[in-house]
């Protein structure tokens, strides 16, 4: 990557694949996971943040669409460039076609990674407080109805981690909710795109004074 003239800005999940690339510490600035619950919440974080870098560097967001978080975001001296890409699913698998593959062959796919199983808030966790409050058979029941519409647990291996305790986790919620389970090599290409600068058809680039915009991140 290029050490001079970039910050990054991600959240927890892609923070932590940027640090096994190679990305110090001083360039990348972590926002948590939970705000992408709250939309509104993180375009406010993530417009603060751009706001408050100095000089006239490029900003580089490690993000998505993610429900729209990213749209209208801007910044007067710097260049921002983010992944045409909706969420960071796509990042971990290399790329949006990848992403959209995955969901076409089997679109009750609940995706996960490292980072997710331990930033998200996820359905096993939320199984495990309701358990706790209202003993497994209601917390399962009600479970299971969250994720009706899910049909497997894909698990990405980027490459960065020893993957043996995460494997199990997604194994277990598998098993518990009755949904299948499958492991997939991931990809490091676009984020490595990202930080060379390579940033063709598949970046968004707003120069300065200029907002994201939905059109940017539509079609193909």
């Avoid at 995955?102 to 966790?125: C, I, N």
């Avoid at 949904?179 to 598949?202: Q, T």
Wanted: aromatic content about 8%; overall charge negative; some cysteine.
């Amino acid at each position: 990557m290029e050490e001079n003239g970039v910050t990054i800005i991600a959240c927890a999940t892609v923070a932590e694949e940027l640090r096994c690339l190679g990305v110090p510490g001083e360039r990348l600035r972590t926002l948590d996971f939970g705000l992408h619950a709250f939309p509104e919440k993180l375009r406010e974080a993530l417009q603060e943040e751009i706001d408050s870098v100095p000089g006239s560097c490029d900003i580089l967001l490690g993000y998505g669409l993610c429900s729209n978080a990213v749209l209208g975001l801007r910044s007067s001296a710097h260049r921002l460039v983010v992944p045409r890409v909706d969420d960071c699913i796509a990042l971990f698998l290399g790329s949006r076609s990848e992403h959209l593959r995955q969901l076409s062959e089997q679109p009750g796919t609940y995706f996960l990674t490292k980072g997710w199983v331990e930033a998200a808030d996820l359905p096993y966790h939320e199984y495990l407080r309701m358990a706790e409050r209202y003993g497994e058979e209601r917390a399962l029941r009600v479970a299971r109805i969250m994720l009706a519409n899910y049909t497997r647990v894909l698990l990405i291996d980027t490459g960065n981690y020893r993957m043996r305790e995460y494997r199990d986790f997604a194994r277990s919620m598998a098993d518990l909710f009755g949904l299948a389970f499958e492991e997939v090599a991931g990809s490091n290409r676009m984020l490595v795109k990202m930080l060379a600068g390579e940033w063709d058809s598949e970046f968004v680039v707003a120069e300065p004074g200029t907002s994201l915009e939905l059109n940017d991140f539509l079609g193909e």
